[in-house]
Nanobody, 122 residues
Framework: QVQLQESGGGLVQAGGSLRLSCAAS????????MGWFRQAPGKERELVTR????????TYADSVKGRFTVSRDNDRNMVFLQMSRLESGDTAVYYC???????????????WGQGTLVTVSS
């Protein structure tokens, strides 16, 4: 079993920045694609970004391209999401997840963190 723990969420003013962290414990997450999902109030959980096991490839949702950056440090079993120029539409619970494939849907991810709330104020 792999346990994932997000941290770094909080309240931030629009235009500001925030960095989320995801720490893995138990079995190493090195062999997994790591994704960040978010779920805003009343909306479906959506894939924000995903990064390959070696960090060579990453994709982003159109809504966050140019503003968010995903990275991973396999030696530390950590994944990061740097969020910049935050907008009110970014308000959501953010989840770290691990997939054995380059998954694009939540069902393709086997392990999930508990989520961390990001609230962007106007």
């Amino acid at each position: 079993q792999v346990q994932l723990q997000e941290s770094g969420g909080g309240l931030v003013q629009a235009g500001g920045s925030l960095r989320l962290s995801c720490a893995a414990s138990g079995r190493s997450s090195r062999g997994y694609v790591m994704g960040w999902f978010r779920q805003a109030p009343g909306k479906e959980r959506e894939l924000v970004t995903r990064i390959s096991w070696n960090g060579d490839s990453a994709t982003y949702a159109d809504s966050v391209k140019g503003r968010f950056t995903v990275s991973r440090d396999n030696d530390r079993n950590m994944v990061f999401l740097q969020m910049s120029r935050l907008e009110s539409g970014d308000t959501a619970v953010y989840y770290c997840a691990a997939s054995p494939t380059f998954g694009v849907t939540a069902s393709e991810y086997d392990y999930w963190g508990q989520g961390t709330l990001v609230t962007v104020s106007s």
